[in-house]
C-alpha cells in the first residue's frame, strides 16, 4: 500500500518525501508477517464459516484469534518502517563543526545510541529540529574559550546527544555544560528564538514533547519525547451531544469530575471566563459544545432517554468570581449562606450524577486547559485518518478516526482549541489570579452587603460585617413584653424590631416564619425582621445620602437595578433601645 | 428518449440525474466513483453551512456537502430517498448529499446547450449548461467549481 496512513498530524516535508521512497527491511520481519498472515487466514476461514453456519463459538474463538494477529501485524509492520537514528545523529558532526567555527566557540560532540530506532516518518522530521537544537546550544548556551576558563571551566564545551528508550518513547536528550538558558529569554534571544517556538511546535506535531532543564552557569538539559508512530494514537474518548471526540493521550493531564455540590467551591469566574480550581491552580475552562455549538445532552438515569441539557451556566451564582479590571481587580466573594438560610438544598432540582461536571485537563505547548465535555468514555488507541480538504479549514480538529462500530469520531486538535477559544496562558492565568488577590488585600475598596426585603418592592442592606448571623423563627415563638417583642433564644431572650417602628416604611405581613437578622451592638444583640430573599453583594459603595434618607436609614444606592435603601445598624439600636448607646 | 439510439451508450455520454427541490441536475457520470443511500454522517462544526459533515466510506473520511445549500437552493430535507453521490475530486472523494435520485440520461457533452438567464438562484458558474429531455430542463453541472473550497 503506497499511500501513507498519516493525516493531518504529519505533514513531512516534501523534500523528504521525494528522496526516501525505499527503506531496507530485515528479512525476518517479512517472515514473520508472513506467518502473521497466514494464521490471519485461517482465523478468516473459521470466522466465516461460525458466521455462516452460526456457530457462536467458533466465532468467538476466531475473533480472539484476530485479535491477538491484529496486534501483531501492528507491531510487525511498525517494526518494518523502524530505522536505527545512527545516519541522523552523525550528521550533527558536521554541524558542530562549522557552527562553532563561525561563532569562534571550542565545542566536542559525543553521540550516543545511534542503534536506537525510530519511525522513519518521524526520523526524517526530527532532522531539523534537531540540527536547530544543537545550533542554538552552540550560540546561546556554550560560551566563548574565554569566557569559560574564566569561570573554571574547560575551554572545549561539551555537548552530548543520547537517544534512549524510556516509557515506550524515544528521548533525545540535547546535554550542554554552557551557561543555562532562560527559557523565557529563548523567546527573545534574536534571531534563533522564532526558530525554537518553530521547534517546539513542530515536535507537537508530531506528537512529541520537549522538555528543557537548565542550570545557570552549569548547563542545560533538552530531551524531546518522541512516539513510536504516528499513524496510531491512544487517546481519550469523549462524547458531546450525540458525536464523539478523540483527546490524544499525549496532551491528556488528567480526567476531573466535579459532583454538582462542589461545584461552587472548585469552578470560579475570571471576568468572563470559567476556570477551575485544581491543587491550588486555576486552569481555564473550555466548554467544547459551546465552541463548537453543539447542544449539550445528558441520559437521565430513570428513564434511560438522552435529553438536552439547558444549563447555561457552569459556575453556580454561588462560586468565587474573580475580576478581570487590574485597577480595580478584588475578589468578590459571594459568602455561603447556606449554612444559615432555609434548608433549599434539598429543593435543589439539578442533582444527581447525571450533572456532574465532566472535565479533560489537556496541555498543549504553553495551554493547560479543562475541556468540559458530556461524558468520559474509554481509553482507545485510534487509527488517524486525514479528512478532506475543505475540512482543513476546521482547525479545531487534527483528523478522524473511525470507532468499532464504524461511525467517524474527530480528533480534537488540544493546542488550536485553545487558541481559538481565545485562552489565556497558563502563565497569564497565574498572572491574573495573583494580580487579583494581591489587589485583595486592599482596604476599603469594595463591601460585601447583606440585601433584604421588608415589603414585596422594598429593597434593602446592611453591611455583611455587622451582621452577627441569619436566623428563622416560629412567629409563633415571639414574645411581646409591653411594646417590646423578643423571642427566647439560647436561654436569653433577644430584642427583635422591624423597620416600620422607625423608618417610614409598612409594616411587615405577619407569616408563620420570620426570618431575622441578628447584629451585635457593644455586647448586646438585636433582631431584625425582614422579608426574604437574602442575598449578598460586593459592590462599591455610592450612597446617596440625602434623598431618601430618614431615620435609620443612611441614604440609598442602586443595587441590581432596584433602590436599595441602607440600614444606619447604629440608629436602628438607638431609636429602638436608647439605653443600649449613650 | 433522446437519440441514443444511434449512439453507443457509452459513459461518456452519460449523465446522472437527481433531483433538488422541484429542480433536475445533471452530473456526467465520468465523475462519478459511486452512489450511496444516505449513511449516518457524522457532523462537523464548520463555518460554511453547506458542509453536512462526514462519512466512514470503507475506511476513508470522505466530506459530504449538501449540494441544495450549496448551489443557494433550499437544503436538501431529510427523507428515505436522500443519496450521496460520491464524486472524484483532485485526490480525493467528495459526497454530494441530493434530496433523490433520478434517471441516467444519455447525451453527449455536445447537446448540452448554454444555461438560460432565468435559471433561479444559482450561480452561473455552478452550471456548465442544460440539457433538454422531454419536458424538462436538466441542469449540468460543473463539480470543479461547486467543489472548490
Known amino acids: ?582 | 428518449m433522446m437519440e441514443n439510439t444511434m449512439e453507443t451508450a457509452s459513459a461518456d455520454n452519460a449523465f446522472s440525474t437527481f433531483h433538488l427541490g422541484a429542480s433536475l441536475f445533471g452530473i456526467n457520470r465520468l465523475e462519478i466513483q459511486e452512489i450511496n443511500k444516505n449513511v449516518e454522517i457524522t457532523q462537523v462544526p464548520h463555518p460554511s453551512d453547506y458542509i453536512k459533515g462526514i462519512i466512514n466510506l470503507r475506511g476513508q473520511i470522505v466530506t459530504i456537502i449538501d449540494l441544495g445549500r450549496k448551489l443557494g437552493l433550499n437544503p436538501v430535507r431529510k427523507h428515505t430517498d436522500n443519496k450521496n453521490i460520491i464524486v472524484h475530486s483532485e485526490n480525493e472523494h467528495i459526497g454530494l448529499l441530493v434530496d433523490a435520485i433520478h434517471d441516467v440520461v444519455h447525451a453527449t457533452p455536445h447537446d448540452i446547450e448554454p444555461a438560460p438567464s432565468n435559471i433561479g438562484e444559482i450561480k452561473g458558474k455552478y452550471l456548465q449548461g442544460v440539457l433538454k429531455n422531454e419536458n424538462h430542463l436538466i441542469g449540468i453541472l460543473n463539480t470543479t467549481e461547486i467543489l472548490k473550497d
Open chain 1, 1 to 582: 500500500m503506497a499511500q501513507t496512513s498519516s493525516g493531518t498530524i504529519n505533514e513531512p516535508d516534501d523534500t523528504n518525501d521525494r528522496t526516501n521512497a525505499s527503506i531496507r527491511v530485515h528479512v525476518g520481519f517479512l517472515d514473520t508477517l508472513m506467518t502473521l498472515a497466514g494464521e490471519l487466514v485461517l482465523s478468516r476461514n473459521q470466522l466465516l464459516q461460525g458466521v455462516t453456519t452460526g456457530n457462536l463459538r467458533a466465532t468467538e474463538i476466531s475473533s480472539q484469534r484476530i485479535d491477538m494477529i491484529t496486534s501483531g501485524l501492528q507491531e510487525t509492520i511498525m517494526k518494518t518502517r523502524m530505522q536505527p537514528m545512527a545516519k541522523m545523529l552523525n550528521r550533527l558532526n558536521p554541524v558542530v563543526r562549522d557552527q562553532s567555527q563561525q561563532v569562534g566557540k571550542s565545542v566536542a560532540l559525543v553521540i550516543e545510541g545511534s542503534e536506537v530506532e525510530l519511525d522513519k516518518t518521524i526520523l526524517e522530521s526530527i532532522s531539523n529540529p534537531l540540527t536547530q537544537l544543537v545550533k542554538n546550544c552552540i550560540a546561546h548556551g556554550i560560551e566563548t574559550p574565554g569566557e569559560r576558563e574564566r569561570t573554571g571551566k574547560k575551554a572545549i564545551g561539551n555537548i552530548r546527544v543520547r537517544a534512549f528508550h524510556d516509557a515506550g518513547q524515544v528521548n533525545i536528550l540535547i546535554s550542554d555544560d554552557g551557561n543555562g538558558l532562560d527559557p523565557l529569554n529563548i523567546t527573545n534571544a534574536s534571531g534563533n528564538g522564532a526558530d525554537l517556538t518553530g521547534v517546539v511546535a513542530h515536535i507537537e506535531t508530531l506528537g512529541g514533547l520537549l522538555e528543557l532543564d537548565s542550570k545557570k552557569g552549569v548547563g542545560t538539559d533538552i530531551t524531546i519525547k518522541l512516539p513510536l508512530t504516528l499513524a496510531i494514537i491512544p487517546s481519550q474518548i469523549t462524547c458531546v451531544g450525540r458525536e464523539r471526540y478523540a483527546v490524544p493521550q499525549v496532551n491528556l493531564d488528567e480526567l476531573l469530575r466535579i459532583p454538582l455540590d462542589q461545584v461552587k467551591e472548585r469552578i470560579e469566574k475570571v471576568g468572563d471566563a470559567n476556570v477551575v480550581r485544581l491543587r491550588g491552580e486555576l486552569l481555564p475552562l473550555l466548554d467544547l459544545s459551546q465552541m463548537l455549538g453543539i447542544e449539550k445532552k445528558y441520559v437521565d438515569l430513570t428513564t434511560g432517554t438522552t435529553l438536552a441539557d439547558r444549563r447555561k451556566h457552569i459556575a453556580d451564582r454561588r462560586s468565587k468570581r474573580h475580576s478581570l479590571n487590574k485597577e480595580a481587580a478584588v475578589i468578590e466573594r459571594v459568602p455561603d449562606l447556606a449554612l444559615k438560610l432555609p434548608d433549599r438544598a434539598s429543593k435543589d432540582r439539578r442533582s444527581g450524577t447525571r450533572n456532574a461536571v465532566n472535565i479533560a485537563v489537556v496541555s498543549a505547548g504553553a495551554y493547560t486547559y479543562g475541556l468540559i465535555v458530556d461524558q468520559l468514555q474509554d481509553s482507545e488507541e485510534i487509527v488517524v485518518k486525514p479528512v478532506g480538504r475543505h475540512l482543513k479549514r476546521c482547525l479545531a480538529f487534527a483528523g478522524a478516526t473511525i470507532m468499532g462500530d464504524g461511525k467517524v469520531a474527530l480528533i480534537l486538535d488540544i493546542s488550536n482549541l485553545a487558541q481559538i477559544a481565545g485562552l489565556s496562558t497558563l502563565p497569564e492565568v497565574r498572572q491574573l489570579t495573583a494580580d487579583s488577590e494581591a489587589s485583595m488585600h486592599h482596604e476599603g475598596s469594595k463591601t460585601a452587603l447583606l440585601t433584604f426585603k421588608n415589603s414585596e418592592n422594598e429593597y434593602f442592606a446592611v453591611p455583611l460585617d455587622s451582621v452577627e448571623r441569619i436566623e428563622r423563627i416560629q412567629t409563633a415563638a415571639i414574645e411581646q413584653i409591653g411594646e417590646r417583642k423578643v423571642v427566647q433564644y439560647k436561654g436569653g431572650a433577644l430584642p427583635l424590631c422591624q423597620l416600620s417602628q422607625v423608618a417610614d416604611v409598612p409594616p411587615l405581613t405577619p407569616k408563620e416564619h420570620q426570618e431575622i437578622v441578628v447584629f451585635k451592638i457593644k455586647d448586646r444583640e438585636l433582631g431584625l425582621m425582614v422579608n426574604p430573599p437574602m442575598d449578598t453583594a460586593s459592590v462599591f459603595l455610592e450612597i446617596d445620602a440625602t434623598t431618601l434618607r430618614q431615620p435609620a436609614i443612611k441614604g440609598s444606592m442602586i443595587l441590581h437595578n432596584h433602590t436599595t435603601l441602607m440600614v444606619d445598624v447604629l440608629e436602628l439600636a438607638r431609636a429602638i433601645h436608647p439605653e443600649w448607646v449613650q
